[in-house]
């Protein structure tokens, strides 16, 4: 089940109506432990404990500097079933997360971050040596129940002249790149328009056949300057070691540079551009442009992408996915978006997305060319107040093959409001549909039919329930279940 806990304690009532509620609906061994996490935890239960001070005592220490805590709890069941050769396979799952945050924010001297998630494997169909459409990543462990942990981190804000912020523990995505590690990060301020970000520690590999801690290591710089107005220019040193102890395989080192510029000329117009290099070779550009004209309700955003080299297997860092996708060859991007509204009611939008490889004789799976061509018609409030309805229409194209498609969605929502409850329906089409962590790999010409419905209740909770079907070569049926707790 999809459990998430939102809000302050208020007392012990709260923690025995949970606790029942878990019971009852017979979580698993994850689903518990978060619980016991959760509530078990010194802070919330210094909260609620009455006895431990007196009431005076209690406002004295929340108007000295309160602690804050916020966060969520969520519990989520997702159950797939398929049929090969007429055989019907299932294969379910418990996925639980606890995201805590903890700041002091009166006197703002320091900070906790945590984030972790576990997850059950229900089916228990980890046997290697059979085949199940639905075997991943999660289904190398040896155990059942696995977690991982993202962040556990503590932030000290302004310990020294210069330096706002240093952070001690495990980090994720200190700069842009999607990186883990346990170690320092530290953001100095050089002057007014001049800061700096040093970090440095153990690698951390979440996916990785070898992956003793402190075997791998990564440091890193970032420099963020603003001459002018609007203006912003960064650049980016990353030095990764990965060790290859597994069949003797050579350690993999890579160094990865960034350059990134930004210019913001208006509230209305804004333009970035970033490329990368791998090792002293150009890796990829990006370049964007996002315009608005607010009196006439439009908008155009335009985005171009180019690798310029084969992808090859780098460190973990730069090429999570190399042994699931392989080599990735050059290919270069276009995608155009317009949106316009007409009136309060209606709205099109208009796209147009273009992927093309730069050697066409190098197409492989999770490496196409194709172009896409959509309209969208959307129809906001018009016959009834909070529902929404969007048909699309669109071309594919790959090759010499074409293919037209629509799509629809309608959703309605009971009340005003971001807490109100909500259904939705709809269904659309994807030529190629990809699942990385999946067996499932490269899937093409799949129509996706899905329903969904969301629930908050009690100012705290919020309850979501999902079918989706998958039409293609093979049919695939998706159920989530899920109930989420913020505090």
């Known amino acids: 089940m999809l459990f998430e806990y939102r809000s302050r304690i208020r007392g012990d009532g709260d923690f025995v109506k949970i606790a029942r509620l878990a019971f009852r609906l017979n979580l698993t061994l994850s689903a518990k432990f978060l619980l016991f996490l959760l509530f078990f935890s010194p802070a919330p239960l210094a909260a609620a404990d009455t006895d431990a001070t007196t009431d005076a005592a209690m406002q004295q220490q929340k108007s000295a500097d309160p602690l804050n805590v916020q966060g969520y709890f969520s ?8 049929r090969v050769a007429g055989e019907k396979i299932r294969d379910d799952d418990i996925f639980s997360d606890l995201r805590a945050d903890l700041t002091k924010p009166r006197t703002n001297g320091y900070e906790f971050h945590f984030f972790g998630t576990l997850r059950d494997d229900l089916s228990n169909n980890r046997n290697r040596t059979t085949f199940s459409p639905f075997e991943d990543i999660g289904d190398t462990y040896r155990s059942q129940v696995h977690g991982y ?37 530290a953001d100095i301020l050089l002057a007014h328009n001049l800061s700096m970000t040093m970090y440095g520690g153990a690698a951390v590999h979440f996916y990785e056949i070898d992956n003793r801690w402190g075997g791998d290591t990564l440091a890193g710089a970032g420099l963020d300057y603003f001459p002018l107005r609007g203006m912003a220019v960064g650049m980016d040193y990353l030095y990764v070691t990965d060790k290859r102890n597994f069949f003797d395989l050579t350690t993999q080192r890579d160094q990865l540079v960034s350059l990134k510029f930004s210019q913001r000329f208006s509230p209305n ?24 004209i607010p009196e006439s309700d439009f908008e155009v955003t335009m ?7 084969t992808q090859n297997e780098l460190s973990n860092e730069l090429s999570a996915f190399y042994d699931v ?11 155009v978006k317009v949106r316009k509204l007409f009136g309060r009611h209606v709205a099109v939008d208009l796209g147009y997305f273009d992927r093309s490889l730069i050697h066409s004789q190098q197409e492989n799976a999770f490496n196409r060319t194709f172009r896409r061509t959509y309209a969208v018609f959307e129809l906001i409030d018009l016959f009834i107040d909070r529902l929404v309805f969007s048909l699309t229409g669109e071309q594919w194209q790959s090759g010499q093959r074409r ?31 990809y699942d990385d962590f999946l067996s499932l790999g490269e899937r093409t010409r799949v129509r996706t039919y899905y329903a969904k419905v969301d629930f908050p209740f009690q100012q705290r909770y919020f309850v979501s329930g999902s079918y989706e079907f998958e039409h293609g070569l093979e049919d695939y049926q998706t159920i989530k279940l899920g109930i989420r707790y913020e505090f």
């Open 325 to 335: 996708l392989g080599q990735s060859f050059p290919y270069q991007s276009y995608d």
């Open 403 to 433: 293919f037209d498609s629509t799509g629809f969605d309608v959703s309605y929502a009971f009340r005003s409001g971001r807490r109100s409850p909500k259904i939705s329906a709809g269904s659309y089409y994807s030529l190629y549909k």
């Open 269 to 292: 117009l804004r333009t970035t551009a970033k490329v990368r290099y791998v090792n002293g070779d150009p890796r990829d550009l990006k370049l964007g442009v996002m315009v608005t």
């Open 303 to 309: 985005g171009y992408v180019r690798q310029f080299r």
């Open 149 to 185: 942990l993202y962040e556990a981190h503590l932030d000290l804000n302004q310990p020294i002249a210069g330096m706002s912020q240093l952070r001690i523990g495990r980090q994720d995505g200190t700069r842009e790149e999607p990186i883990f590690f346990d170690g320092i990060a």
């Open 75 to 82: 519990g989520k069941f997702v159950s797939r079933t398929t």
